[in-house]
Nanobody, 125 residues
């Protein structure tokens, strides 16, 4: 599967932004979808992930209640809706996919097998 993320940009604190991730190739076999981010000077972290089997979404505490994930009707697009953005949300955001079903363990699964290029989100104070 190939992934293409887009939608990053500059936004003021408290604002919203929606990122998109378009998949091509064998996306029908993807079992776990995820969004990661890498803040400047820090390690990459998974912020939320979704099971393809039952569409259950798991959220990291840092984004719970502010970020949501959804799928497009064609099934090959994933969206990350980010609300109430904070300066500490500034990071390069990546969408990722894996053919393995991690279930509730998708937040701690480590690195997924397939990655899109990152898109930069900058939140100004």
């Amino acid at each position: 599967v190939q992934l293409q993320a887009s939608g990053g940009g500059l936004v003021q604190a408290g604002g919203s932004l929606r990122l998109s991730c378009v998949a091509s190739g064998n996306f029908f076999s993807v079992k776990t979808w995820g969004w990661y981010r890498q803040p400047p000077g820090k390690e990459r972290e998974v912020i939320l992930c979704m099971s393809s089997d039952d569409y259950t979404v798991y959220y990291a505490d840092s984004v719970k209640g502010r970020f949501t994930i959804s799928r497009g009707t064609a099934g090959n697009t994933m969206f990350l809706q980010m609300n109430s953005l904070r300066p500490e949300d500034t990071a390069v955001y990546y969408c990722a996919a894996d053919y393995k079903a991690y279930g509730s363990g998708c937040l701690s699964a480590g690195s997924y097998d397939y990655w899109g290029q990152g898109t930069l989100v900058t939140v100004s104070s």
